[in-house]
């Protein structure tokens, strides 16, 4: 008897375990409605995008990143987002998330705020959380619930997740009510994330060609559940909150001390101060850096982004935006001012440069 009950248990167990397998791998979740809306997302690496092209090319909806990290704005999302109203698509705003804790999550809900303050957008704001490095699932929940529910309740939006489904699944059932905008290519329908029954976004290409733009771009079909009528973006997302946590950080390959200090918001300096580094053209694969928390809060950005092209020189970027080499020398903490490079991007204050 006792050998027969093992047997059944056993079987149980295997049926359930192969129902989740085949659930995980293979099965896929349809759109939560079939209006399928064609669409796109840019960012400043499409360049500069003729919309009116784009619009008569089939494409409806065109999401655009606005920024990423703590301040970080893309330099094209002011353009993109004028180009896209005026050519008629209905435009939607994603941010890219950065954050390693709830403050810094905090934060770049702010950021992404005020950037989408007084403006009248046609979809839902999107959250892209997709550099989980370093992190357990906890924290990726903790993180990505933190920006969801501060997003809301700075511009009174329900946010909508970007996710690929890997990512997807490092989430819980708790996130569901959100829509997802999942990532799949190479796939005729979207593989089942575990905690979504259906998707309101699927991104099913990176390589997609549309007139009106030079390069590769991302192609999606949305549903109406991505849409949002409830008008403008308030004005107002209130003060900025403050935070003094620092952040554990493991180099990853292609990092350098300029790119870790943008990611988050710092500068070389303080990241240099803060881990005694005697070489800071020296870190390696793997290296543990303590990143320093902001040390007063983070308001509206006071800075544009400016590409350098061939040929400048801080002179003559100084004179274009009516600024002066040592302000631009200090805000991008340059150590080596003499030496710029075509396609650095360095920050302009925004008083001098409208």
């Given at each position: 008897?006792?050998?027969?009950t ?29 209006d ?21 090319n ?83 929940q903790?993180?990505a ?12 939006k329900k ?8 990512n997807?699944?490092?989430l ?23 905690y ?13 060609r ?27 997302p209130?003060?900025?909150p ?5 952040t ?31 070489n ?33 020189t ?15 020398i ?16 360095l ?8």
């Open positions: 008897m006792k050998k027969t093992f047997i059944f248990l056993l079987t149980g167990i295997l049926i359930l375990t192969c129902a989740y397998a085949a659930r995980v791998y293979g099965a896929s979740i349809p759109p939560d409605r079939q399928l809306i064609p669409g796109i997302d840019v960012s400043q690496w499409q360049g500069y995008i003729d919309f009116n092209r784009v619009s008569q089939g494409v409806e909806i065109v999401y655009i990143r606005a920024g990423e990290g703590a301040s970080y704005t893309d330099p094209f999302f002011e353009r993109n987002y004028a180009g896209a109203k005026a050519s008629g698509l209905k435009v939607g705003a994603y941010y890219y998330v950065t954050a390693r804790n709830s403050s810094q999550a905090r934060l770049q809900a702010h950021a992404f705020a005020i950037l989408l303050s007084g403006k009248t957008f046609d979809c839902r704001p999107a959250m892209d959380f997709e550099d989980l490095a370093g992190l357990d699932d906890a924290q990726v903790t993180i619930k933190v920006f969801l529910e501060s997003l809301e309740a700075y511009t009174g946010p909508v997740i970007y996710s690929d489904i890997s997807a699944r490092r819980d059932a708790s996130f569901s009510s959100y829509p997802l905008w999942a990532a799949e290519y190479g796939s005729d329908a979207v593989e089942d994330p575990l979504w029954g259906w998707w309101s976004g699927w991104q099913y290409t990176d390589a997609g549309v007139d009106g733009i030079n390069g590769r771009v991302d192609r999606n079909y949305f549903t109406s559940t991505i849409l949002d009528t409830s008008g403008l973006v308030s004005p107002n209130g003060p900025a403050t935070t003094s946590q620092d554990d950080y493991t180099v990853r390959a292609g990092d350098t001390l300029w790119s870790i200090a943008r990611r988050f918001d710092t500068t070389i300096s303080r990241i240099v101060s803060a881990n005694a580094i005697s800071p053209d020296l870190i390696y694969t793997g290296e543990r850096l303590i990143i320093p928390g902001s040390q007063t809060p983070v308001s509206s950005p006071d800075y544009r982004y400016y590409t350098i092209r061939s040929g400048d801080l002179w003559s970027i100084a004179q274009r935006y009516n600024t002066s080499v040592e302000e631009l200090q805000i991008n903490d340059l150590r080596t001012p003499n030496l710029i490079y075509a396609g650095q991007l920050k302009i204050p925004v008083s001098t440069a409208s």
